[in-house]
């Protein structure tokens, strides 16, 4: 099936580049990785942005620099369960994100290395419904992409110092925000399901101890987004399509 066919919304824009920003290891696998997947089989570039390295995650004895090591491999491995083998880890304090200058010029920096048409990133907005989606990290990394989309990656007087370091300014003419609401693009992953959950299996330091009811929850997931969306029968990851061209 042609990718167009598996992006069921009315948007037309068929991505050839995209750039994931999330806040943790394991962000994008709960919420985009059945999309990467569909998108690198479909010969789409996919890069991975992480702006922490979950070193404040599970298991609470180790130490952050051991939690960074581990964290990085299981999401590297998870990465290329779907495809990516790209992965930039921006270094910032897992727990400790502030959508503040420094955060904004990191993932503009990004953008304008990795030259993307499409960013991939957490909703900025607090659902009260959904407080651990809703954790401060992911609404701070969702917010300074979206800022760093807007304006900061294509104004060039934004950090004249990116300009001095050869990073040109770019335009990202589509953002996909994951894990909010008022979802409009649904990506047919019926038959990436099984990577996805491969995927996050790969996190093992986190899912481990809920691995035996992680197929079914994922796939429950999937089935009931697709379900509200009107594709009964069809597994899928939801968007909200943010148009900045
Ligand atoms: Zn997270």
Request: aromatic share 4%; net charge negative.
């Amino acid at each position: 099936m042609a990718l167009a066919d598996l992006l069921l919304s009315d948007d037309d824009f068929v991505p050839t580049k995209a750039l994931l920003v999330v806040a943790h290891p394991d962000d994008i696998d709960f919420g985009a990785a059945g999309t990467a997947a569909t998108l690198t089989d479909h010969g789409v570039e996919v890069v991975y942005g992480l702006v922490t390295s979950g070193q404040a995650g599970e298991p609470a004895e180790l130490s952050p620099a051991e939690l960074t090591e581990i964290r990085q491999k299981e999401q590297t491995e998870a990465a290329a369960i779907v495809g990516v083998t790209e992965l930039h880890w921006l270094g910032f304090p897992d727990g400790h994100l502030v959508a503040d200058l420094e955060l904004r010029k990191a993932i503009a920096r990004l953008i304008r290395m990795v030259k993307p048409d499409l960013v991939i990133t957490q909703t900025p907005v607090r659902d009260l419904d959904r407080i651990y989606a809703a954790h401060p990290d992911h609404l701070a990394a969702g917010e300074a992409a979206v800022c760093a989309v807007y304006p900061d990656a294509r104004n060039g007087h934004s950090f004249p110092e990116l300009l001095a370091e050869g990073h040109l300014p770019h335009a990202v003419p589509r953002v996909w925000l994951m894990a909010g609401a008022d979802n409009d693009l649904h990506v047919d992953i019926t038959a990436n399901l099984d990577r996805k959950i491969e995927a996050l299996r790969a996190h093992h330091s986190q899912n481990d101890d809920r691995a035996d009811a992680l197929p079914s929850m994922i796939r429950d997931w999937a089935q009931t987004n697709a379900r509200a969306a009107g594709h009964t029968g069809r597994a899928v990851e939801s968007f909200r399509v943010v148009h900045t061209e």
